[in-house]
């Protein structure tokens, strides 16, 4: 990776899976699409600032979210406002809850799922172990909801963190007690339940509503502080972002790791050869593309790239020139992504497009 370049720093075509990938500067007002020669092809203006990730529908529809005005004193990747809009920028559908964070999906059935906090009761919250003491959210500690929605805004279910036993549960060490416990990441796996991901627990699980319960789960202090997870190979394994923030061993340096869904095992993982070069201790995202390479999202560093099948060369890689909006609790601007996805031309969601 050369640090002192901008845009597209390496294409391999015929190596690189064809397509046009999304790259949405976190809390900017745009979301643009570029081919593999990092050409912009198509943008969306926002009528705010984006929340966290944006990402296509059939028919070159965009969802995501901007930020809205919330009490909530927790400031990482909320939005609030979330959107559907069609390719010239109309809005088609929208939801606005001011407690919603992070993850938001469609569903099949034009239902919508995503996360919300809400402020736990206070004998409720003191049962919950770890964290560093103390360091509650102006002393409060808010917990993640998950909640479906229909088109109209009508609950279909919802469940909650304060279902769980806290005991069980511990907050990861050198983290404050402002959540319980950071959940970024919903997603559907056409069976009716979900994988949902907490980074404040180095937790990933399966979340049956109609069970209300977790019906598998892993934990690892050595991904730190992960994000992203996802199925692939059939549902046979689980692919995702691992940090490396405050894991173990040093120096701190990200991953991508693929874990046997059955057993929690790990089968894969990628790192960059020098430690340094691949490294976002926040954010962060994964994709798998149908040629069986994996595009990343280095999350702060503003840089996506793509890794290939079986050699685990780098094929395609981009560092975003736009820096156009402050990191959260900075004040310098900064080109970070919450997460990109690549689509190919001829997908359900750029088929028919103006490319």
Same mark, same amino acid.
Request: hydrophobic share 35%; net charge negative; aromatic share 12%.
């Given at each position: ?43 969306w203006?926002?009528?705010?600032q984006?929340?966290s ?17 919330? $009490? ?78 229909t ?9 909650s963190?304060? $279902? ?12 404050d ?13 056409? $069976?009716?339940?979900?994988?949902v991901?907490?980074?404040n ?30 199925p ?9 972002f ?22 929690g ?18 954010m962060?995202?994964v ?25 685990g ?32 031309a ?10």
């Amino acid at each position: 990776m050369d640090f002192q370049k901008l845009g597209l720093l390496k294409h391999e075509a015929g190596r690189s899976f064809a397509g046009y990938t999304t790259v949405s500067t976190f809390r900017s007002n745009t979301v643009k699409l570029i081919d593999n020669d990092g050409n912009e092809v198509h943008r969306w203006t926002l009528p705010g600032q984006l929340g966290s990730l944006a990402y296509l529908l059939p028919g070159g529809r965009l969802m995501c979210s901007v930020q809205v005005p919330t $009490d909530i004193p927790l400031s990482t990747a909320r939005g609030g406002r979330m959107l559907e809009m069609d390719w010239d920028g109309t809005i088609l559908w929208e939801f606005t809850d001011p407690t919603q964070h992070h993850d938001f999906r469609r569903l099949p059935n034009g239902n919508t799922v995503y996360i919300g906090w809400r402020a736990l009761p206070d004998d409720y919250a003191a049962r919950v172990p770890g964290g560093i003491p103390g360091s509650e959210a102006e002393g409060k500690m808010y917990e993640d909801y998950f909640r479906e929605i229909t088109p109209e805004g009508g609950v279909v279910w919802e469940w909650s963190m304060s $279902d769980l036993d806290p005991a069980d549960y511990p907050i990861s060490h050198g983290l404050d007690r402002g959540e319980f416990a950071h959940a970024n990441t919903i997603c559907p796996l056409g $069976d009716g339940t979900f994988l949902v991901n907490f980074r404040n627990m180095d937790l990933m699980a399966v979340l049956d509503p109609a069970q209300r319960r977790f019906t598998w789960q892993a934990r690892s202090q050595y991904w730190g502080r992960q994000h992203d997870p996802q199925p692939v190979d059939g549902g046979k394994r689980i692919l995702f972002f691992a940090n490396g923030a405050f894991d173990k061993p040093k120096p701190q340096r990200s991953a991508v790791i693929e874990l046997d869904a059955t057993t929690g095992e790990q089968v894969w993982r990628w790192e960059a050869p020098i430690p340094w070069t691949f490294y976002s201790h926040v954010m962060g995202g994964v994709q798998r593309l149908p040629n069986g390479n994996t595009l990343v999202c280095e999350s702060v560093n503003g840089r996506i790239f793509e890794i290939e099948a079986g050699t685990g060369a780098i094929v395609w890689d981009y560092i975003n020139p736009d820096f156009s909006a402050p990191f959260p609790n900075m004040t310098a601007l900064a080109n970070s992504i919450f997460r990109s996805y690549r689509y190919a031309a001829d997908s359900q969601e750029l088929a028919g497009m103006p490319l």
